[in-house]
C-alpha cells in the first residue's frame, strides 16, 4: 500500500488546481483560480475527515506498483504523452485486460497514467481528492478509475482511456483531426455531462465538482461524455447548512459570481458553470478569450444581451453549425444557458431538471428525423428548465496531445 501519511481532506481545506486532465493549456479556457452504471449509497461516501490511509484503503481499485507503470508506458517516454497540467504529465500505457500488468502497446487495454509533480503537499492532496472520489463513484459519465500508486515519493493515477480527448479540443482546435462538433453531436455531449454532473449532485452522492469546464469534459469514441479531473470536488454542505465555505478555486470565466465574491460554494456553482460550458458549445467561443475584439473577451457578458431575443440568438451561434438546428432547438438551449447563468443562484433550475430540457430535446429531433423522413417536419419544443416538472429519467481518458501555455496560477493556498 505504501505509506500512509496522516493528511485529511477537510471541509474548507482547498484542494489547489491544476488544468484540464490533458490540457497543457488552460490559460485559454481561463486561468485557475485557486485562493456500470451502479451508484455508491450515501452511507459509502467518503466523509471529509478519512486519513489517507482510510482513503486509500477503501477506494475499490487496483494498486500498482511504480516498475509496472513505468513498463506500462515505456519508462514515461515523451511520445507517450497526452497532455500536462498543474497536477503533471499524462502518459498512455498498456496493460494486460486481465492481469493489468503492464503489456507490449497496441495489446491488451489503453489507459491513461497522471504523474504527479513532486513539488509538494498541494498536489498529493489533489491527488488524494481524485481517489477519494473516483475511487467510489461508478457512473457511466464518470471516468473510471482503474488505479493508483503510491510508493515512496511517487504519487500516479491510471485511468480508463478516452480516444477522443477533451471537448476543449472539438471545440477549439483547427486543424485536420480536429473537425467541427455537429449540433447533434454537441447535444449528445452536453446532455452527458449534465448527467455526470447530476450524479454528483444526487443524494447518493453529494458532491459539488467545482471545475465543470470544456477540458474536463471527455469523449470516448462514440462521443458519449465523461468527466474528468476531480481535484477541486469538495463533499456538499450537511445537515442545516445551507453551502461549503471554502478558499475560491476554478477557472477563470466558469467559476459563479456568488461563490466568486463570497466564498460561499453550493451545487448552484456548478450549474452556473455548465451554463458557461453550453454557452460554449452553442457558439463555438471560449469562455474568456483575449483575442476577440473589446466587449468580447468575456463570452457570458457578450451573449447574455443577446440570448434573450429570439432574432438576435444568431449572433451567437456557432457559424459552423449553420443548417443543422431548427430554430425551436438553438431557442432551447439559449434559454436553457441564461437560465443556468441566472444571477440568482436561488432562480438556477437543479441539474435533474437540466437533464430532463436535453432528454426532451433530444427526443424532439429524433422525432423530428423520423418525420422528416417521411416528408414532414417538426420542430423541437422550446422548454423552460424552471417551469419543467416532469421527474427526469436517470438514466476512455484523452488520446491527442495537447499544446500551448500551461494555466496561470492565481493564488495557491496552502
Known sequence: MGNCWGARIKDGSPHPGASGMFSKSGGKDGSRLSGCSSRASS????????????????????????????????????????????????YKGWIDENTLSACRPGTGIAVAV?????????????????????????????????????????????????????????????????????????????????????????????????????????????????????????????????????????????????????????????????????LEMLSGRRAIDKNRPQGEHNLVEWARPYLTHKRKIFRVLDTRLEGQYSLRGAQTIATLALECLCYDAKMRPSMDAVVTILEELQDSSEAEKNQESKGSTKQAPAISASKSSRKPRRKSLGGTKETGPKSRPVVHSR
Not at 46 to 58: A, F, N, Y
Request: hydrophobic share 35%; net charge positive; with cysteine.
Open 43 to 90: 452511507a459509502s461516501m467518503p466523509p471529509t475527515t478519512k486519513t489517507e490511509c482510510e482513503i486509500l484503503q477503501s477506494a475499490n481499485v487496483k494498486v500498482f506498483s511504480f516498475s509496472n507503470l513505468k513498463a506500462a508506458t515505456r519508462n514515461f517516454r515523451p511520445d507517450s504523452v497526452l497532455g500536462e497540467g498543474g497536477f503533471g504529465s499524462v
Open 114 to 278: 497522471k504523474r504527479l509533480n513532486q513539488e509538494g503537499l498541494q498536489g498529493h492532496r489533489e491527488w488524494l481528492a481524485e481517489v477519494n472520489y473516483l475511487g467510489q463513484f461508478c457512473h457511466p459519465n464518470l471516468v473510471k478509475l482503474i488505479g493508483y500508486c503510491v510508493e515512496d515519493e511517487h504519487r500516479l493515477l491510471v485511468y480508463e482511456f478516452m480516444p477522443r480527448g477533451s471537448l476543449e479540443n472539438h471545440l477549439f482546435r483547427r486543424g485536420s483531426y480536429f473537425q467541427p462538433l455537429s449540433w447533434n453531436l454537441r447535444m449528445k455531449v452536453a446532455l452527458g455531462a449534465a448527467k455526470g454532473l447530476a450524479y454528483l449532485h444526487s443524494a447518493e452522492a453529494k458532491v459539488i465538482y467545482r471545475d465543470f469546464k470544456t477540458s474536463n469534459i471527455l469523449l470516448d469514441t462514440d462521443y458519449s461524455a465523461k468527466l474528468s479531473d476531480f481535484g477541486l470536488a469538495k463533499d456538499g454542505p450537511v445537515g442545516e447548512k445551507s453551502h461549503v465555505s471554502t478558499r475560491v478555486m476554478g477557472t477563470y470565466g466558469y467559476a459563479a459570481p456568488e461563490y466568486l465574491s463570497t466564498g460561499h460554494l453550493t451545487a448552484k456553482s456548478d450549474i452556473y458553470s455548465f451554463g458557461v460550458v453550453l
